[in-house]
């Protein structure tokens, strides 16, 4: 069973510049999850995703991050323009509903914002 | 809201020792999960073990043991005959009925050979 799939693996861009990360979850899974993870800190929810729909955005800075299913599937955070604080690795995960939602994570991107 | 507490930055054992990690939660919900993921270096994370909360039985996944006290909302990792592989950050995370996940800031094992 392939596992979720993220690119890039690293990005370095300067601040106020765009960026684009995507994330392919495991085949059948209905819930995907877009993660924050500051150095030594734990992942912070930004987005989640209930096939197409958002279940929770609340921790997602709206100005300036946006992300987007289409189809219930393949998934796009975008940051624009990012910040010196957004130098993070972002984590992707998804679950199968229902039952316990054990999350499966891809291997991140880290973005070093200049 | 719900909060994750991991009180050790750190911690070290020697190989083939055992060690315990903490984590105490604090959630309104009466039903909910609880995990244990694992983060190498490669920044992959697994998924160590898991608990639910309505079981009084403490989960067991081979040398990966929890204790669970629902009381305490206190829920500790036991890793026996530790193994170099087995350094790593350590999360513990919550899900709530939701499907909401909230995790600690992690404690990083050193395994000493």
């Known amino acids: 069973e392939a596992g979720v799939a993220q690119s890039p693996r690293y990005k370095i861009i300067e601040k106020r510049q765009s960026v684009a990360f995507w994330c392919n979850p495991i085949s059948g899974h209905a819930t995907l999850y877009w993660y924050q993870q500051i150095l030594g800190q734990g992942p912070k929810l930004l987005i989640q995703?209930?096939?197409?729909?958002?279940?929770?955005d609340s921790q997602l800075p709206k100005d300036r991050f946006s992300a987007e299913r289409l189809k219930g599937v393949d998934s796009t955070l975008k940051i624009q323009p990012a910040k010196l604080e957004d130098s993070a690795v972002y984590l992707c995960?998804?679950?199968?509903?229902?039952?316990?939602?054990?999350?499966?994570f891809g291997a991140g991107t880290r973005l070093s914002v200049l | 809201a719900q909060t994750v507490t991991q009180s050790q930055p750190e911690m070290s054992v020697q190989e083939a020792e055992t060690v315990t990690l903490s984590c105490t939660y604090d959630t309104s919900e009466s039903d909910y999960y609880l995990f244990w993921y694992k983060q190498p270096p490669s920044r992959q994370m697994i998924l160590v073990i898991r608990?639910?909360?309505?079981?009084?039985q403490n989960a067991t996944e081979n040398r990966f043991s929890v204790n669970f006290q629902k009381a305490a909302k206190s829920f500790s990792l036991k890793i026996s005959d530790s193994q170099l592989g087995d350094a790593a950050m350590y999360f513990c995370?919550?899900?709530?009925?939701?499907?909401?996940?909230?995790f600690g800031t992690g404690t990083s094992l050193t395994v000493i050979p």
């Open positions: 995370a919550c899900q709530n009925t939701g499907n909401q996940f909230y």
């Open positions: 608990q639910e909360a309505y079981k009084q």
């Open positions: 995703f209930q096939n197409n729909g958002v279940v929770d």
């Open positions: 995960a998804s679950s199968f509903v229902p039952g316990i939602n054990i999350q499966y």
